[in-house]
């Protein structure tokens, strides 16, 4: 999956809540609460897809190592 419209929504609601706490009193309004929770779940998502990368990338250059040379 590319992650770029992930990101790309993640820095429109990072926006929105600077936006917000310069416009709301407190940062525990409901309002900026649900817009940080979507960013929270964004970062997650993005956390998992650069995990199960990594885990593929090693998977492969396993795959790809020569075996160890048996020593008669």
Partial sequence: MDPHPLIHRL???????????????KLTDPEIVAVSEE??????QLQRMHMEEQSLK????????EPPSTLS
């Fill in 11 to 25: 820095e429109q609601l990072q926006r929105r809540l600077c936006e917000m706490a310069a416009r709301l009193d």
């Fill in 39 to 44: 960013a929270d779940r964004l970062i997650v």
């Fill in 58 to 65: 090693k998977i492969e250059a396993r795959s790809n190592a």
